[in-house]
């Protein structure tokens, strides 16, 4: 019997959860205040884009589209994924529910900033640019609350340290929420390294509970795909993607589809698939075996 199915007594409303309801509380409070601050879009940034001479068209627009599509299969898939296998994983029935929930929630968060990411595109007709707009800042907002869930489910204790990681986490959401408008305000695209390095300290915990839920060292293969191979090709954008004024389509294109397709794709796909050799594959394997040995003895 799944261990959901046996912790049915277990609180909903338990101490673990008003830290976690302290960390939500400041992380959008964060959020409201940059709604409050922040256009949806600057009129500079409707003039360039209505004149059209950096829309992505043909075959390049419909592999951009593709790409951001396809987290809408992969998402759902490692939600499944990780539904059955963490369950298979942790015996504990108290952290086994604790882990599916934040999971779950913190998968669902990335399809969110995805979307968002996808509206912001939209804006943009597909031409990348790092500028400043609502939607940008949705994408970054919940791609880090998502992998910040994600890496808190993944604890195998609640306590201090772990508490004290989620009110950083917080900490971080709400710094980068105050400096982004300050960064549209002055025109500075710098204002947005502290979400890389926010993103970075999250993919750092993330990896580190991965390996000590599944044991394996290829989960280092996860941060250096969502967060090495995906800056990198984010500094290829801002170096040879060119501008709306001077555009350069096919680099745009190509980096701007390398940068979701090998970054952030791969390394989600990465991750589930060690869940899945881990919690369904092996469970799969040791079940076989024990029944074959049990019919043995028959």
Known sequence: MSNLTTNNDEKIFSSSLIVIAICFAIAFFGFGYVLVKLPEITPEQIEIYQKGTACIQGGWRYALILTHILTFVLIPLAMRIFYQALNNIILDPKLGTKAVFASQLGLAFIMVSIASEIGWHVTQCWYYQNDFTMLNFMFYFFLISGFALWANGLSKDTNTITNVVNIVFALSLLAVSILYPIGYQNHDPSFKVPIYIALTLVFTVLTY???????????????????????????????YGGTPEHPQIVYNALFHILHDLAGTLAGVAIFTWLVYQKGILQTQKTTSNETQLSESQI
Do not use: A, C, H, T
């Not at 509970?209 to 801002?238: A, E, H, T």
């Open 209 to 239: 509970r991965g390996y000590q839920l599944i044991q394996d060292w290829k989960i280092i293969f996860f941060p250096i795909f969502s967060v090495g191979v995906n800056l990198s090709f984010v500094f290829l954008l801002d170096k």
